[in-house]
């Protein structure tokens, strides 16, 4: 307490849950009103699992995650959309959650901006990238922003096959 009151003028603490082995999961968000009436249509896609970090920053990415069940997959996209409605947000976003091995899961925060990670939700939407049929987050981003809502080829699109993404920090690289 007292090293609390040093820091922050407050002597009350909070106290956290230690998740052991906890698994990073990220789900990416589209929502927008229809111009036409007026609901708030939330796009909710497949999960990115950024487990793999370090110095706290992301080497891996991988969605959907390997680990998660279809159960808590479901339970999770139910408590961003309800999250999103909520608090009535309009634009691209990104849920944060750490989830147990007993696929219990604890929301961390919600980034209201795309990610770097954004690509990783683009290649699994719709066709991929190969095609040029998938959610392109940016250009929703600004549809929405101009009031035109959350683009309608967009609703139908679904998740295609798995996509991964590696960074390489570059450590100990001896450029001159």
């Known amino acids: ?8 003028g407050d002597d009350r ?15 990416q968000v589209l ?13 909710c896609f497949a999960e990115r699992e950024c ?22 997959r479901r ?13 009535d947000y309009e634009s691209a976003g990104t849920v944060e959650f750490l989830v147990d091995a007993e696929q219990n899961f604890y929301f961390l925060e919600m980034n209201t901006r795309l990610q770097v990670e954004h690509p990783v939700t683009e290649m699994i939407s719709g066709d991929g990238y190969a095609s040029g049929n998938y959610v392109d987050l940016v250009h929703g981003m600004l549809e929405v922003a101009s009031g035109r809502g959350v683009p309608r080829e967009y609703l139908d699109m679904v998740e295609s096959d798995p996509a991964l993404d590696a960074r390489d920090g570059g450590e100990g690289a001896n450029v001159r």
């Open 1 to 8: 307490r007292a090293e609390a009151r040093s820091f922050f």
């Open 13 to 27: 603490l909070l106290v956290e849950r230690y998740v052991e082995d906890p698994r990073h999961i990220e789900i």
């Open 31 to 43: 929502s927008g009103r229809d111009p036409d009436t007026g609901a708030l249509d939330v796009l």
């Open 51 to 72: 487990s793999i970090q370090r110095r706290n920053q992301k080497v891996l990415e991988e969605s959907p995650s390997p680990m998660l069940a279809r159960e808590t």
């Open 75 to 87: 339970e999770m996209i139910r408590q961003v959309k309800s999250l999103v409605r909520e608090v």
